[in-house]
């Protein structure tokens, strides 16, 4: 299958959007599961893009950026990688297995808009020493093109060659690196799990991992089911921890009278 | 002494509005959110200083280093303004210290809960859903989303109406809904193991007449045996000096291509 011009325009303007969007109300377009679905939506295979979004979003679950560091950016990879697989005619594997490296080649481009946006920054300093209330705003407002750029050319640079990439892969491509591609959809999202592990709780909380698993690998109960049963243990570590503090607060009071006497 | 009330709530709203939408448009790694926020307070800037001077100054306090959690800077938003309605120009260096002393605390607390809330409930469940093939899961986050931009809203009012003392006084409810958060959160990740995480072994041996799959074998030892010890397996090099999401991801797929290849998996 051949890309039409429409869909390179769609992506691209989806990928202008959903980075200003991260960054400021977070509807969720930039997250890979979003724009996995948005991808298969528009080039007609909407559980492949589902497929895909899914395990880049399961895989980057927990990494989140702090403090302005900079993360692969696998919302354009799953724009690209499900785009790709379909005008290639090949299944999620592809799609993953392109996504992966290009989400972290862009991670280049973040660090490159937000260096691009110091020189914003400059300019603003300068305004604001002679008052120019309306320079600054304007100036200020340029940076969502140095975002949104940062995001929609990389894709429309892939999409528009996207039929000379596509054929080249699947000519090269080897059955094994296919194969070994498949499994690493798979495996994938243990990486996302893993990185929330290390910064829930988890040491402290372990019996409640534990029953959660038993859940659904023993017992079989869907996901809502058990979002049920941890949402009542919630409640139950919430009420606790309110008691412990009442306490605390009462003893703490006590205190404070002694040493008013 | 308050001198009049000079911020009304439409102001406030024009506020919020830049910050919602247009807040972190210049984000750099000079001043960050810096010329942001500043951005986002000129609306109560005009209000409030129509001398050139005292004008010049307000926007150089502002237009200074800053970079907080999205949300939770609506508290702050909120407090510098009341605090500069109240004394104007003679606030600055008392805006600047309620300015960088809340915005540690507050992105700490703000990315632990909002991070947990949106990573272990709202996108792994929607990711589980996706994977079998059910696009709703996707929507639950336009829910949360829209929580989020109330809570603004009211996090912008609160901080106006009651200054900082507001976060003393919210900080330990927000620390407990953290910690609830996790439990949830951790049983959900505990479900997501054996359910999102596909290992098959193809392998069959046969002697004679018997045939043997393996993965039926290990399935009868333990469910979910490999993803189990695939998650201590990164759980563990993630801990590890030099170890990024990054590298744990190549190597991830690294031994998925020996495994696949070799037909081991499949």
Known sequence: ?261 | MKMSDKITSKDLRKVRYRWLLFGEASWNYEKMQGLGYCYSMIPVLKKLYTNKEDMKIALKTHNQFFNCHQEFTEIILGADIAMEEKNGIESMEAVSAVKTGLMGPLAGIGDTLFGVIANTIIFSIGSYMALQGNPLGIWINLIWAAFRIVLRGWFLKTGYREGTKIVTSMGATLNRITEAASVLGLTVVGALIPSVIRANIPLVFEAGEVTMELQSVIDQMMPALIPVLLVVLVYWLLGRKGMSSSKAILIVIAISLVLGGFGILG
């Not at chain 1, 930039?30 to 979003?57: C, E, K, S, W």
């Not at chain 1, 005619?89 to 260096?115: S, Y």
């Not at chain 1, 320079?135 to 000379?164: D, Q």
Request: hydrophobic content about 55%; proline content about 3%; charged content about 10%.
């Open chain 1, 1 to 261: 299958m051949q890309i039409a011009l429409w869909q390179v325009l769609a992506l691209s303007l989806y990928a202008f959007l959903a980075i200003n969007d991260i960054i400021h109300m977070d509807l969720g377009l930039n997250r890979p599961l979003f724009a996995g679905f948005f991808a298969g939506l528009v080039m007609g295979d909407i559980g492949l893009g589902l497929a895909i979004g899914a395990t880049l979003q399961l895989m980057v679950l927990g990494v989140a950026t702090f403090g302005g560091s900079s993360m692969p950016d696998f919302m354009s990879a799953a724009l690209i990688g499900t785009a790709l697989s379909v005008i290639a005619n090949e299944g999620m594997e592809f799609g993953i297995g392109l996504a992966v490296p290009v989400g972290m080649l862009l991670i280049q481009l973040d660090v490159f808009a937000r260096f691009i946006n110091t020189f914003i920054q400059h300019r603003a300093d300068a305004y604001t020493e002679k008052c120019e209330l309306k320079k600054i705003e304007r100036i200020h407002l340029l940076g969502l093109f140095t975002w949104g750029l940062s995001r929609a050319l990389p894709v429309a640079i892939c999409l528009i060659f996207g039929n000379e990439i596509t054929q080249t892969l699947t000519n090269i491509m080897p059955a094994w690196l296919m194969s070994g591609l498949k499994v690493a959809g798979g495996l994938l999202p243990a990486v996302g799990i893993a990185i929330l592990l290390k910064y829930l709780p988890t040491k402290k909380y372990i019996p409640y991992m534990l029953f959660g698993f038993l859940l659904a690998a023993y017992l079989k109960i869907p996901m809502l089911g058990i979002a049920i049963a941890g949402v009542a243990f919630a409640i139950l570590v919430f009420g606790r921890s309110g008691k412990q503090a009442a306490v605390v607060g009462s003893l703490a009071n006590e205190g404070g009278m002694d040493e008013d006497e």
